[in-house]
């Protein structure tokens, strides 16, 4: 990695495996922040998670540290953004996902339909833990009748103290296969929201390292987008998945600490 560190200006950062296990940190914040302004790094915490940005921040602050919202980029912020550079500020748009969804595409000025009380432009699909069958069925009768389908992230499962629950790949894969429309895909592996994270910090690709614990969406998505990829070994993924899985990150690292003593000492 020392090669190529003085190549880079900017991280970008996966939260849980990587900066946090559950409530917990995995590494000293304060300190981790620290060296980044140290190093002149910019750096973007980016998550699949349809949580809007003040939940990350309050999440950050239970461990005393403030993060800025700019540095801070969920789902729901990368699917919002999309749509305003793509679509018109007319276009109607209908939701399954979180409020933090919903709010962050209204603040954008689309009008957020709670269900068929007219025509839906385009519809947006994200987790939702309080899914049902008049849900999916609105969603797959505007798409009959035109609207386009855009997922916030593939994610199939997404963990949780009961066990692995459906996240919003389970949806738009039900929508999709009763309506044989593929979806646009904003979250990772997709490149949108690296290519997001990378104009936040005025940099380019080459520029920036992103690290975090999955092969098939840090790792593989950081490399599509050109970005330097570091696997760190906490969550999900190890060396030992490297070869199962076929996906290679630039670098490994056991923790956040050991990736920390390298971009610190240059070891």
């Known amino acids: 990695m020392i090669k190529v560190l003085p190549r880079i200006k900017g991280v970008i950062l996966d939260i849980d495996g990587t900066l946090f296990k559950g409530k917990d940190p995995l590494v000293d914040l304060q300190a981790l922040f620290s060296l980044f302004e140290k190093k002149h790094w910019g750096f973007v915490v980016a998550t699949n998670n349809t949580k809007s940005a003040k939940e990350y921040q309050k999440r950050f602050l239970e461990q005393g540290i403030h993060v800025e919202a700019e540095h801070i980029l969920t789902c729901a912020e990368a699917t919002a953004e999309y749509l305003a550079k793509n679509h018109p500020k007319r276009h109607t748009v209908y939701v399954i996902g979180k409020e933090a ?12 339909l709670t269900g068929r009380e007219k025509q839906a432009d385009i519809v947006v699909v994200g987790g939702d833990f309080d899914l049902t069958y008049e849900k999916l069925k609105n969603a797959i009768l505007h798409i009959q009748d035109g609207a386009r389908l855009i997922g916030t992230n593939p994610d199939i499962l997404i963990p949780t103290e009961e066990g692995l629950l459906p996240e919003a790949g389970t949806t738009l894969a039900a929508i999709e296969a009763a309506t044989g429309m593929h979806p646009i895909i904003i979250g990772k ?9 990378v104009e936040k910090m005025g940099l380019l690709p080459e520029q920036v390292l992103m690290v975090g614990d999955r092969l098939d969406t840090d790792i593989k998505g950081a490399r599509q987008a050109g970005i330097y990829s570091v ?5 999900v993924d190890t060396r030992q998945s490297v070869e199962a899985k076929g996906i290679h990150p630039d670098f490994i690292v ?3 600490q050991y990736f920390m003593r390298i971009v610190d000492e240059g070891i």
């Open 231 to 235: 696997l760190v070994e906490t969550g």
């Open 189 to 197: 592996p997709e490149p949108i929201l690296f290519q997001m994270a």
């Open 101 to 112: 969804l919903k709010e962050e595409i209204r603040i954008r000025g689309f009008e957020v």
């Open 254 to 256: 056991p923790d956040m």
